[in-house]
């Protein structure tokens, strides 16, 4: 009985795997409006009723996949409020997992922007919840660096607002970019040019 119910509950959970990786790209295609659940059901072999089942509203399917988004970046954005080594190091391992997320989750990136570009309708008051306060740990930082006389005085707000458009960008305007480059994907020493270009001009901000 036991196994059979771990089965039943390992098999839901690989279900809701795919519903929100469809999601993902269903909305991401089109947008929260233009998205559709019927769409998303029958490109994971499901009827509407049986997703709605999982998801009971496309609110609460967007707001699984926007979760999801925000618990990764959230993740990698830890970087800076949980280290102690020098700042240099830290502003730079925080870049390349800003990078790697744009890279690997291209498409969550861009539902992510999509949702804030619009005036975040569904998920402004988990942006003010969740991002604000660590926003805030992190900003604490850099005014520790600056008092230790380890980075020169600079604006950290500001400058994690760069470092955001900087890495960011290569996910939400990476269709500009391939344009510009004449070419159908971004490579990998796309990202590691990337990585390098902006890890100076950042280290270069804070240079005493």
Do not use: C
Not at 31 to 37: K, L, Q
Not at 158 to 182: E, N
């Amino acid at each position: 009985m036991a196994s059979a119910k771990l089965r039943r509950e390992m098999n839901r959970d690989r279900l809701e795997a795919d519903v929100v990786a469809e999601a993902v790209r269903v909305f991401a295609a089109n947008g929260y409006e233009g998205a559709s659940v019927a769409a998303i059901a029958e490109n994971v072999g499901l009827s509407k009723q049986n997703l709605m089942y999982y998801f009971p509203s496309k609110q609460a399917l967007y707001q699984r996949v926007l979760d999801d988004v925000l618990d990764e970046w959230l993740a990698r954005m830890a970087n800076i409020a949980e280290q102690d080594g020098e700042p240099a190091d830290v502003l730079r391992a925080y870049i390349r997992a800003k990078l790697a997320f744009s890279r690997e989750h291209p498409l969550a990136s861009r539902v992510y922007a999509m949702e804030v570009i619009s005036g975040a309708p569904v998920y402004g008051e988990k942006i003010r919840e969740r991002v604000v306060p660590l926003v805030r740990k992190d900003i604490d930082v850099f005014k520790r660096w600056i008092a230790e006389g380890r980075i020169a005085p600079v604006n950290a707000t500001h400058l994690l607002f760069a470092i955001w458009a900087m890495t960011q960008s290569y996910a939400d305007f990476s269709t500009q970019m391939k344009l510009v480059l004449g070419r159908g994907e971004l490579a990998a020493q796309d990202f590691h040019e990337a990585e390098d270009t902006i890890t100076r001009m950042v280290l270069a901000a804070i240079q005493r």
